[in-house]
């Protein structure tokens, strides 16, 4: 009986541990607030990430006159930002969050790269209400 009871509030913990984790990820990852269009600091360059707050799809604008373009789709795991281009290629970059609005990129082919969040002048319009 007293094993059961040890068993019983093992789990409980684990279950409590579990939640915060993951309440404590959809918090960063609303602060983070991927999606959107992202500015490259210092340079030209431009991120677009469409979909989910951790998934959707990528577009980088690099330098001007459209060289250097790529797309596909992207995927956040950890700290890790995955990018699978359209034509197969996969890379994994480390995704840095210096303050809100503002995040770096380092990785194969994107060191050190800094973005800076365009803000957007979309004001979401509420529902009607029953009365």
Not at 26 to 43: F, H, I, T
Not at 82 to 105: M, N, P, V, Y
Request: proline share 3%; glycine share 16%.
């Amino acid at each position: 009986m007293g094993s059961l009871l040890v068993i019983i509030a093992a789990a409980a913990v684990a279950l409590l541990w579990v939640r915060g984790t993951r309440r404590n990820r959809l918090r960063w990852l609303a602060r983070l607030d991927l999606p959107g269009n992202w500015e490259r600091e210092g340079e030209s360059g431009r991120l677009e990430l469409t979909g989910e707050l951790h998934r959707g799809r990528y577009r980088f604008q690099e330098g001007r006159g459209g060289h250097g373009d790529e797309s596909g789709g992207w995927l956040l795991e950890g700290h890790a930002l995955i990018l699978t281009s359209d034509a197969g290629k996969t890379t994994e970059c480390e995704l840095r969050q210096f303050q809100d609005g503002k995040i770096g990129i380092d990785g194969p082919g994107r060191e050190q790269r800094i973005y800076q969040k365009v803000p957007s002048n979309v004001v979401p319009l509420r529902g009607r209400s029953g009365g």
